[in-house]
């Protein structure tokens, strides 16, 4: 495990736009796929988005396709979600996380990433 850092949360109107950052110390992100999860209240952690190791591949949930976008600075060893046309359903706390082995590619599957983020809450009002 390492430790993972999200900024970049806050409260925004519908329609509008947000960044989140993700830094990770201790283990180099472009040999590791990365997600974001969120959790809204009362509704289990449900996957976001997520980026292979090699940044080739993405995967998106249904739900923020076409308006969110996973990227990784590796330089700076950074993964970022790029939030567009925000919605107020889009209302949860967002985690990054770092998947446990070494070349997987990205899963929905929160089990299989052994590394997370304390959390940034985004909250979007109508």
């Known amino acids: 495990q390492v430790p993972l850092v999200e900024s970049g949360g806050g409260l925004v109107q519908a329609g509008g736009s947000l960044r989140l950052s993700c830094a990770a110390s201790?283990?180099?992100?472009?040999?590791?796929?990365m997600a974001w999860f969120r959790q809204a209240p009362g509704k289990e952690r449900e996957f976001a988005a997520g980026?292979?190791?090699?940044?080739?591949?993405?995967d998106y949930a249904d739900s923020v396709k076409g308006r969110f976008t996973i990227s990784t600075d590796n330089a700076k060893n950074t993964v970022y979600l790029q939030m567009n046309s925000l919605k107020p359903e889009d209302t949860a706390v967002y985690y990054c996380?770092?998947?446990?082995?070494?070349?997987?590619?990205?899963?929905?599957?929160?089990?299989?990433?052994?590394?997370w983020g304390q959390g940034t809450q985004v909250t979007v009002s109508s």
């Open positions: 201790g283990r180099t992100l472009s040999r590791y796929s």
């Open positions: 980026i292979s190791w090699s940044g080739g591949w993405t």
């Open positions: 996380a770092s998947i446990k082995i070494m070349g997987w590619g990205p899963s929905r599957t929160a089990d299989l990433y052994d590394s």
